[in-house]
């Protein structure tokens, strides 16, 4: 990789790991439902300002209905089920099941037919499935109500995002990241703000509050994501989303060391194996690779 692809990927792996720390503190202060759809909001709404500030010209030629769909599952969904999940299970164990986002994404290519399935995807998808299982079976705290309904809404998120990145990649591919970005992020608000009817902003969020949903907002959702989509056509699909496991380990860290949240260790081998799995479905190991050129 270029020293540019290195830098956008490092950033990437920090903001996003860091971001659920800052999504903790705007669930609390606007609920889940306020949290997804005002940082959704922000996030197009800010991009969009710059773009015309910058002068740069925007073509939203591919249509709303795909730009509708990926916000109404990488944005919409997937953020529905971190901002339900995240206070719920932890930041630590909503961080690994991100990770299993790139086994979500092969099950779901190999059904659309973009890609071939190989002995080794298979393997990693076993693997994976096996981390999932050790992740949720074997938990730090008491498997209630609460905790299943969370481990559910991150299944969600995940599934979310990674049904909503191979749509986009199938519908969006002569269309620029900035279009993509401020598109998806204006139609996951414009989505999700009727349900603030039923799940509404809990009380007065103080001035600080505001300071974190801009930053989370700004930082860590418009600029990330645009950053990510120029890694994916510098570098690759496949290299760009392994910046998840990178993602899994910076917020982990941040659970267990800053947060002090509980983790088994039997959790952590857990995440450590789904890890390895989709290290193998992505070809990122030196056995996997001509399995994957193959494919």
């Given at each position: 990789?270029?020293?540019?692809?290195?830098?956008?990927?490092?950033?990437?792996?920090?903001?996003?790991?860091?971001?659920?720390?800052?999504?903790?503190?705007?669930?609390?202060?606007?609920?889940?439902?306020?949290?997804?759809?005002?940082?959704?909001?922000?996030?197009?709404?800010?991009?969009f300002?710059?773009?015309?500030?910058?002068?740069?010209?925007?073509?939203?030629?591919?249509?709303?209905?795909?730009l509708?769909?990926?916000?109404?599952?990488?944005?919409?969904?997937?953020?529905?089920?971190?901002?339900?999940?995240?206070?719920?299970?932890?930041?630590?164990?909503?961080?690994?099941?991100?990770?299993?986002?790139?086994?979500?994404?092969?099950?779901?290519?190999?059904?659309?037919?973009?890609?071939?399935?190989?002995?080794?995807?298979?393997?990693?998808?076993?693997?994976?499935?096996?981390?999932?299982?050790?992740?949720?079976?074997?938990?730090?705290?008491?498997?209630?109500?609460?905790?299943?309904?969370?481990?559910?809404a991150?299944?969600?998120?995940?599934?979310?995002?990674?049904?909503?990145?191979?749509?986009?990649?199938?519908?969006?591919?002569?269309?620029?990241?900035?279009?993509?970005?401020?598109?998806?992020?204006?139609?996951?608000?414009?989505?999700?703000?009727?349900?603030?009817?039923?799940?509404?902003?809990?009380?007065?969020?103080?001035?600080?509050?505001?300071?974190?949903?801009?930053?989370?907002?700004?930082?860590?959702?418009?600029?990330?994501?645009?950053?990510?989509?120029?890694?994916?056509?510098?570098?690759?699909?496949?290299p760009?989303?392994s910046?998840?496991?990178?993602?899994t380990?910076?917020?982990?860290?941040?659970?267990?060391?800053?947060l002090?949240?509980?983790?088994?260790?039997?959790?952590?081998?857990?995440g450590?194996?789904?890890?390895?799995?989709?290290?193998?479905?992505?070809?990122?190991?030196?056995?996997?690779?001509?399995?994957?050129?193959?494919?």
């Amino acid at each position: 990789m270029r020293p540019r692809d290195i830098a956008a990927y490092t950033f990437l792996a920090f903001a996003w790991g860091l971001s659920f720390v800052l999504l903790l503190h705007v669930v609390a202060a606007f609920g889940w439902i306020g949290a997804v759809t005002l940082r959704s909001l922000i996030a197009g709404g800010l991009l969009f300002a710059v773009a015309r500030l910058s002068r740069r010209k925007l073509s939203f030629n591919a249509g709303w209905l795909p730009l509708a769909v990926v916000g109404a599952t990488t944005v919409a969904g997937q953020l529905i089920g971190l901002s339900y999940a995240t206070p719920r299970i932890g930041t630590a164990m909503a961080a690994i099941f991100v990770a299993a986002i790139p086994l979500f994404s092969m099950i779901i290519a190999q059904i659309w037919g973009l890609e071939r399935i190989t002995p080794t995807r298979i393997a990693g998808l076993m693997l994976g499935t096996i981390g999932i299982v050790m992740l949720v079976g074997f938990p730090a705290v008491p498997v209630d109500k609460t905790f299943v309904l969370g481990c559910g809404a991150m299944v969600f998120s995940t599934f979310s995002a990674a049904f909503g990145s191979n749509y986009a990649s199938l519908h969006l591919k002569g269309t620029g990241a900035w279009e993509v970005t401020i598109g998806s992020f204006i139609a996951g608000g414009i989505l999700t703000l009727p349900l603030l009817a039923f799940v509404p902003v809990p009380g007065v969020p103080a001035p600080i509050d505001y300071l974190y949903l801009v930053a989370l907002a700004g930082l860590m959702s418009a600029l990330t994501y645009v950053l990510y989509f120029d890694l994916v056509k510098s570098i690759g699909p496949t290299p760009a989303i392994s910046v998840e496991f990178a993602v899994t380990v910076v917020a982990v860290l941040v659970g267990a060391l800053v947060l002090d949240e509980p983790l088994t260790v039997l959790q952590l081998l857990g995440g450590a194996v789904i890890i390895a799995g989709c290290a193998l479905v992505l070809g990122l190991l030196p056995f996997g690779r001509s399995a994957r050129k193959t494919a």
